[in-house]
C-alpha cells in the first residue's frame, strides 16, 4: 500500500471541518444550557495531552465552550446514559454528542427501553472518522491512523437527530480490511478457525474492559460474574475465555450496534468487532435485520415469525 | 430380551437438553414402548426450549460431551406459545457463532419431537451418536479444560500421572 499517496488524499480533510463542527457543537450546547433546555451535554473535552480527548459532562455555558471535536474523538457517549451513569438522565433532559456508529447504539437502547427519546436531546455529527487504537497520531488522520471500522462505515451521516453538525467532507475510498478479515476466516477450515480463535482468545485477561464499554453490556450481574452456578469460569485461562468470548458474542448479537469500542478498549488487540460482525451479518441474512440509527421495536432475537428458517431442525 | 450388544471402540457422550412438555414425553414414550436406542444419550429436563440457554450448550462441551442434542415441540405446539420460536431463532444464531469460532456443527443437532413421536425420538438420537461415534470424541474443548488445570509447559511422566489421576 502507498501510504504516502493515501497520506495525501486523507489529508485533503480540511482541518477546518474538525473546527466548523467544535463550533457548530459549543454554539448549540451554550444554547440549550443557557436557555435550561437540557441539565446537562455529554460530549468531548480536550484530553491533557495534546491531540486528545476525553469524554466530558458540562452542565455550564462557561464549560459548554470547552467542548471539542476531532479525531481523536473516539468514545461511543451513549454508555454515560446507561449503567454506572444512569443517574444523569434524573435530573432532566440531557443533550448527547453522537457519531453515526453512536447512534446506534443509542437507538438499540431506545429500544430496549434504557434511554427514552424524550430523554435526550441528540446532537448528531456528520462524521468522517475517527482515530483508530494504538495509531499514530502525528500526522491527524490518515490511511494508516484511521479505525479500522471508520474504513467501511455506511452511517458517516447521521439520521433522526435533533440537530445535525458538519458537513461531510469528501471522503476517500479505503479498503474494507474488517470485510477482508472475515472473509479471509470464512473460507479457512473449522479447524484453522478454531486454532485462530483460540490463539486469540488465549490473550484474554478478562479485565473486562469489553464489557465496561459497551453500552449494551449493562445488566446489573453479568452471567459471567455469576458463582453459583457458575456459568463459566472466571480466570483468564483458556477454557473460561473461549467461553466468555462465545458468551459475549452472544448476548450482543443483534443489539450490537457496531461502535467497535469492545475491540478499541481491548489491552490485548482481540479481535473482537469480528465476532460482533459476523453475528451482525448472520442476523441480516437470516432476518433481514441490521442496527439502525432510528430505534426499532424489537431486536432479531427478541421477535420472531413463524415460517423462520428451520432447515437446521430434524 | 435385549438386543446383542455391539462392543465399539468408542462410546461417545451424547447431552439431550430437551423440553419437558414434548421431546421429554416423546423419550418416555420410547421406554414405555419398549424401543432400544442409544444408551450414550444423557437426558436433561427443561420447562421449554425457550429455558435452554446456549451457554448451557457450551458448558455440556466443555465438561466432556461428543454431542449435544436439542430437542422440544414442534412450532406451533410449545406450551408457553412462542418459547420454540424464540429458541429456533436464538439457535440459529448460536449455531453461525460455534461455526464461526470452528466447531464442528456436525455434533450439534436440534429436532422438534412431539409427546406422541418416540419413534423419531429413537431415529434422532441413534442417527446423532452413530455421527459421533464415527467423528471420534470431542478434542477441542476437552483440550482447552487440560490446559485450564495444568498447561502441559512441566510435561514429566509424575505430573501427567499425578494429573490424570485427578481427571
Ligand atoms: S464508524 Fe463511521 S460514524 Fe463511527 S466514528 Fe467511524 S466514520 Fe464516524
Ligand atoms: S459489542 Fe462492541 S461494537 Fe457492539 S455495541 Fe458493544 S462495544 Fe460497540
Ligand atoms: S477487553 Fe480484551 S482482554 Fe479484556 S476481557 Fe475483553 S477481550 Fe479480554
Ligand atoms: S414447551 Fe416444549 S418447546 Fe416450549
Redesign the pocket.
Known amino acids: 500500500m502507498n501510504a504516502k499517496a493515501e497520506k495525501i488524499r486523507v489529508a485533503s480533510i480540511d482541518p477546518s471541518y474538525y473546527q466548523a463542527v467544535t463550533d457548530a457543537i459549543r454554539t448549540e450546547a451554550v444554547k440549550l444550557l443557557s436557555e435550561e433546555a437540557v441539565v446537562a451535554v455529554v460530549g468531548y473535552l480536550p484530553g491533557r495531552r495534546i491531540g486528545t480527548a476525553v469524554p466530558g459532562l458540562v452542565t455550564t455555558p462557561e464549560q459548554a465552550q470547552q467542548l471539542i471535536f476531532s479525531p481523536a474523538c473516539v468514545n461511543n457517549l451513549s454508555l454515560y446514559l446507561t449503567k454506572a451513569k444512569k443517574g444523569v438522565l434524573k435530573k432532566g433532559k440531557v443533550a448527547i454528542i453522537a457519531k453515526g456508529c453512536d447512534l446506534r447504539a443509542l437507538a438499540g437502547l431506545m429500544g430496549e427501553s434504557q434511554v427514552k427519546k424524550e430523554d435526550i436531546y441528540t446532537i448528531g455529527i456528520a462524521c468522517a472518522g475517527v482515530f483508530g487504537a494504538n495509531s499514530d497520531r502525528k500526522g491527524g488522520l490518515t490511511e494508516a491512523s484511521i479505525a479500522r471500522k471508520c474504513r467501511e462505515c455506511t452511517v458517516h451521516q447521521p439520521e433522526g437527530v435533533d440537530l445535525l453538525v458538519g458537513t461531510l467532507p469528501e471522503l476517500p475510498q479505503l479498503t474494507a480490511l474488517e470485510a477482508q478479515e472475515l472473509a479471509r476466516l470464512e473460507a479457512l477450515t473449522p479447524e484453522e478457525r478454531w486454532a485462530y480463535w483460540k490463539e486469540q482468545?488465549s490473550?484474554?485477561?478478562?479485565?473486562?474492559?469489553?464489557?465496561q464499554?459497551c453500552p449494551f453490556c449493562y445488566c446489573e450481574q453479568c452471567l459471567c460474574d455469576k458463582n453459583r452456578p457458575q456459568a463459566l469460569e472466571s480466570s483468564?485461562r483458556p477454557a473460561g475465555?473461549t467461553a466468555?468470548?462465545i458468551v459475549?458474542a452472544m448476548h450482543l448479537a443483534g443489539r450490537c450496534g457496531g461502535c467497535a469500542e469492545?475491540e478499541r478498549?481491548?489491552?490485548?488487540?482481540?479481535p473482537?468487532n469480528l465476532l460482533n460482525r459476523r453475528m451482525a451479518m448472520e442476523l441480516k441474512e437470516l432476518y433481514d435485520y441490521e442496527a439502525s440509527m432510528v430505534p426499532q421495536e424489537k431486536g432479531p432475537l427478541t421477535r420472531y415469525q413463524e415460517d423462520d428458517d428451520q432447515s437446521f431442525i430434524k | 430380551m435385549h438386543a446383542e450388544k455391539l462392543q465399539h471402540d468408542f462410546e461417545p457422550k451424547i447431552v439431550a437438553f430437551v423440553c419437558t412438555w414434548c421431546t421429554y414425553a416423546g423419550a418416555d414414550l420410547a421406554g414405555t414402548s419398549r424401543m432400544q436406542y442409544p444408551a450414550n444419550v444423557r437426558v436433561l429436563k427443561f420447562p421449554c426450549t425457550g429455558r435452554i440457554d446456549p451457554v448451557f450448550i457450551l458448558r455440556a462441551f466443555q465438561k466432556g460431551a461428543d454431542g449435544v442434542l436439542v430437542s422440544g415441540c414442534h412450532p406451533g405446539d410449545c406450551h408457553y406459545m412462542a418459547g420454540n420460536f424464540h429458541a429456533r431463532r436464538r439457535f440459529a444464531a448460536f449455531r453461525a457463532l460455534l461455526g464461526f469460532v470452528g466447531v464442528d456443527l456436525e455434533r450439534l443437532q436440534f429436532s422438534w419431537v412431539s409427546a406422541a413421536e418416540g419413534g423419531k425420538w429413537v431415529e434422532v438420537v441413534t442417527e446423532l451418536t452413530e455421527k459421533v461415534r464415527a467423528m471420534g470424541p470431542m478434542k477441542e474443548f476437552k483440550a482447552l479444560e487440560d490446559e485450564e488445570q495444568w498447561s502441559g509447559a512441566l510435561n514429566t511422566p509424575e505430573l501427567r500421572e499425578a494429573f490424570e489421576s485427578i481427571t
Open positions: 482468545f490473550k484474554c485477561i478478562r479485565c473486562l474492559a469489553c464489557r464499554v483468564p475465555n466468555w468470548h459475549r469492545c478498549v481491548c489491552p490485548m488487540d482481540i473482537l
